[in-house]
């Protein structure tokens, strides 16, 4: 079973940035493609982000599209979401979650997760 876990969430001010990690084990990580995902409060959870392992594919909401970038390491198993220019819009649990590929719909849910991390950004 693949195991993911995220670190790097926490409180920034408007227009500031955070890198989130996601470190997947159990798995052979090229065959799989991370996505990451967000839940507000009193929202629907959203996708965020994906990527192809294999071929580097990316894949973003039009929310965040030209503000957040999405990386791996392929040595390291982990894969990252660098966010940058965050709004307050942006506060919420984010969850990286590992499936065989990006879906087309980002926001279909995959099929192993993490556990989440909050990020809340102030005005």
């Known amino acids: 079973e693949v195991q993911l876990v995220e670190s790097g969430g926490g409180l920034v001010e408007a227009g500031g940035s955070l890198r989130l990690s996601c470190v997947a084990s159990?798995?052979?990580?090229?065959?799989?493609?991370v996505g990451w995902f967000r839940q507000a409060p009193g929202k629907e959870r959203e996708g965020v982000s994906c990527?192809?392992?294999?071929?580097?594919?990316?894949k973003y909401a039009e929310s965040v599209k030209g503000r957040f970038t999405i990386s791996s390491d392929n040595a390291k198993n982990t894969v990252y979401l660098e966010m940058n220019s965050l709004k307050p819009e942006d506060t919420a649990v984010y969850y990286c979650?590992?499936?065989?590929?990006?879906?087309?719909?980002?926001?279909?849910?995959?099929?192993?997760w993490g556990k989440g991390n909050l990020v809340t950004v102030s005005s």
């Open positions: 159990s798995v052979t990580f090229d065959d799989y493609a």
């Open positions: 979650a590992a499936d065989r590929g990006c879906y087309s719909d980002l926001d279909y849910g995959m099929e192993y």
């Open positions: 990527i192809s392992i294999n071929d580097g594919m990316t």
